[in-house]
T-cell receptor
Framework: TQLLEQSPQFLSIQEGENLTVYCNSS?????LQWYRQEPGEGPVLLVT?????EVKKLKRLTFQFGDARKDSSLHITAAQPGDTGLYLC??????????FGRGTSLIVHP | ETGVTQTPRHLVMGMTNKKSLKCEQH?????MYWYKQSAKKPLELMFV???????ENNSVPSRFSPECPNSSHLFLHLHTLQPEDSALYLC????????????????FGPGTRLTVL
């Protein structure tokens, strides 16, 4: 069974701070996706990383896929209140259904 | 309407009630999913339909009964639920060349917040 561990589970920061959240596994994934879920809504895809060592940037968000394709990180620069939400990672590979982590709940205070 | 829509957005029901959740996707996708999202747990896959045939049933109790009448609509029929079934129920859809694969991007609806009293 493939598992994805996300850390930290909760994060509460002030506007303007930087943060990094992690998604780790002992399994290798062919690709990994990051979603953001806002309160009362479903998850929305932010990015898919495919190649080991790959780095993708989406405005103030930087996503990295580990060289061994077992882990990933999401770094947010100068966080804003609009970044508040639950960040989920999902790994593909093995089963035809992606494996989801439990998520990191981020609150950015104005 | 665009994307994936779900109705109702909120539902409160007693343990003896029968209700149904509805999902509609306007993306032309060929696979649809039901997930359960509970606090402090990963998203739990319940059912997958590909080309209107059920291809996954993750040991879900029989009090949950899915129905997929066509590629755009998915229902979850609820009967004699338990309080522990209270959760956010998410519908998603994806497009795969030959049915669902784990690399396909899933597009989620807003969910139905279910409370069982």
């Amino acid at each position: 069974t493939q598992l994805l561990e996300q850390s930290p589970q909760f994060l509460s920061i002030q506007e303007g701070e930087n943060l990094t959240v992690y998604c780790n596994s002992s399994s290798v994934f062919s690709s990994l996706q990051w979603y953001r879920q806002e309160p009362g809504e479903g998850p929305v895809l932010l990015v898919t990383v495919v190649t080991g060592g790959e780095v993708k940037k989406l405005k103030r968000l930087t996503f990295q896929f580990g060289d061994a394709r077992k882990d990933s990180s999401l770094h947010i620069t100068a966080a804003q209140p609009g970044d508040t939400g639950l960040y989920l990672c999902a790994g593909a590979g093995g089963s035809y259904i992606p494996t989801f982590g439990r998520g990191t709940s981020l609150i950015v205070h104005p | 309407e665009t994307g994936v829509t779900q109705t109702p957005r909120h539902l409160v029901m007693g343990m003896t009630n029968k209700k149904s959740l509805k999902c509609e996707q306007h993306l032309g996708h060929n696979a649809m999913y039901w997930y359960k999202q509970s606090a402090k747990k990963p998203l739990e896959l319940m059912f997958v339909y590909s080309l209107e045939e059920r291809v996954e049933n993750n040991s879900v109790p029989s009090r949950f009964s899915p129905e997929c009448p066509n590629s755009s609509h998915l229902f979850l029929h609820l009967h004699t639920l338990q309080p522990e079934d209270s959760a956010l129920y998410l519908c998603a859809s994806s497009q795969g060349s030959r049915g669902p694969t784990s690399t396909d991007t899933q597009y989620f609806g807003p969910g139905t917040r279910l409370t069982v009293l």
